[in-house]
């Protein structure tokens, strides 16, 4: 039998071993692609992973403040007729990048220069994707909340 320290010891060395994160890149393109739900969740499982677990709240309350402030501005400029409707994607995607390049990319480095592993870009699309149907889905929800929302 092994002693209680050890074992302990073992645990936290499997831990560190097991613990992905998701890449840059893949924040990136899932943040455009999903939109800011999708980039809460990637970058709080990254704070997991770096067991900053008092950061996870914090990034998802960003998260769910953005994505009021996309669709409010969405809805706000949807009458102009030639503002380009890539710009909403293309700004939270880069500024996403810029955070999380500012607040994780030094953990990130020091991540892939241990040695640790991260996920797939198709594990990330997945993520997105899911996180894009319940971003849909709350909207769905609220519109049918909002009298006269769905009539035209």
């Known amino acids: 039998m092994i ?7 073992q645990l936290e060395e499997e831990k560190e071993e097991k613990s992905k ?7 990136r393109i899932v943040t455009f692609l999903f939109g800011p739900l999708a980039a809460g969740y990637l970058v709080s499982q990254n704070y ?3 067991d900053q677990r008092e950061k996870v709240t914090a990034t ?5 403040v953005a994505l009021i402030a996309v669709v409010g501005l969405a809805i706000f400029t949807s009458g102009i007729e030639r503002f380009p409707k890539f710009v909403f ?3 939270y995607a880069w500024g996403t990048f810029l955070l999380v390049q500012k607040f994780q990319g030094e953990q ?5 220069a ?3 592993t991260t996920f797939t870009i198709w594990r990330a699309l997945l993520a997105g994707l899911i996180c894009l149907v319940a ?4 909207i769905f929800v609220i519109l049918l909340m909002v009298p006269g929302a769905l009539d035209e």
């Open 3 to 9: 002693p209680y320290n050890q074992a302990v010891e």
């Open 21 to 27: 994160i998701y890449t840059l890149n893949s924040i």
């Open 48 to 50: 997991k992973a770096f």
């Open 60 to 64: 998802w309350i960003i998260a769910v």
């Open 89 to 91: 994607p293309l700004a």
């Open 108 to 112: 990130m480095k020091e991540h892939s």
């Open 114 to 116: 241990a040695g640790g």
């Open 135 to 138: 971003t849909l889905a709350i």
